[in-house]
């Protein structure tokens, strides 16, 4: 299986829109890898999670082909990760497709509510809830809550992921998750986790984490068997208030066993 992370900041980027602090005057300066955008990922070419306001810089960056993929998973209706007038744009006369079939997008009910209202002739949309598993195209999905929206208008989704050989946990816009998902999770033998890691260093552990809740939940994770013996464990979805830029943050989480992310990473499981 193949992870190519498109984005990895939070929803104000890195360096944010507008902002003029110390990190994101030193992210203008340095490049390179601490120029973040908003987060998604892309697997085996296939299957997008998320659809950022920087889809289309994504795809231009990396040189993907959108009109291949087939399957799109929404984690929640956050604007850094569901743009939906971007699907409208999938179809005559602003697309010609080689193909017929349609996108297939999953969502909760409030994400599937918003893509309703548009005419989108090329996208089919399917509601999924906590606890819900499915097949999208290839892969074998269950989704799980979050602990994200933290006002409770809207339940947040993290994704298992499996292609019969990989399995995957794409576990952010998350805090500490919610019982019921440690509960689906025991015994899961997961080969990668991506870990939201909003908050850099500091102590945060609701809606969104940081580094010591990261840690806590995967000590968590390997007592209950949740992860396999050469799992790879991932921090993403960056904010500059957490303040480490890239090298920082390896320095951060040196010897910890976590993988700092950063736009354009490809990881092959």
């Known amino acids: 299986m193949k992870i190519h992370y498109l984005g990895t900041a939070a929803a104000e980027g890195w360096p944010a829109v507008f902002c003029q602090c110390d990190a994101c005057k030193a992210a203008r300066e340095m490049g390179g890898k601490n120029i973040r955008t908003r987060s998604s990922v892309l697997i085996d ?11 289309y810089l994504h ?3 990396e040189g ?63 509601a999924v809830k906590p606890g819900d598993t499915f ?28 292609d019969g050989r990989t399995k995957i946990f794409y576990a952010h816009d998350s805090g500490w998750y919610p019982e019921e998902t440690w509960q689906f999770l025991e015994g899961a033998n997961l080969q990668l986790v991506n870990f939201d890691c909003t908050n850099g260093p500091l102590p945060y552990r609701r809606g969104h984490m940081g580094i010591p809740a990261i840690l806590e939940a995967k000590a968590r994770l390997e007592e209950i068997g949740a992860l396999a013996s050469d799992a790879k464990c991932v921090i993403t979805h960056f904010s500059h208030n957490g303040g480490l830029l890239h090298h920082q943050l390896e320095e951060h989480v040196a010897g910890t066993g976590l993988l700092v992310a950063y736009d354009g990473m490809i990881l092959e499981l």
């Open 59 to 61: 795809a231009l960056r």
């Open 45 to 55: 070419d296939e299957l997008l999670l998320d659809l950022p306001p920087d889809t």
């Open 135 to 162: 097949k999208a195209g290839r892969f074998t999905v269950t989704a799980l809550p979050a602990d994200h929206m933290l006002d409770r208008t809207e339940t947040a989704l993290l994704y298992i992921i499996d």
């Open 64 to 126: 993907l082909e959108l009109g291949r993929v087939q399957q799109l998973l929404i984690t929640h209706s956050h604007q850094d990760h569901f743009y939906p007038q971007e699907l409208a744009m999938r179809k005559e006369p602003y697309a010609h497709l080689r193909s017929e079939q349609e996108l297939e997008v999953w969502g909760n009910q409030d994400v599937v509510a918003q893509l309703s209202e548009l005419d989108l002739r090329t996208v089919s949309l399917k």
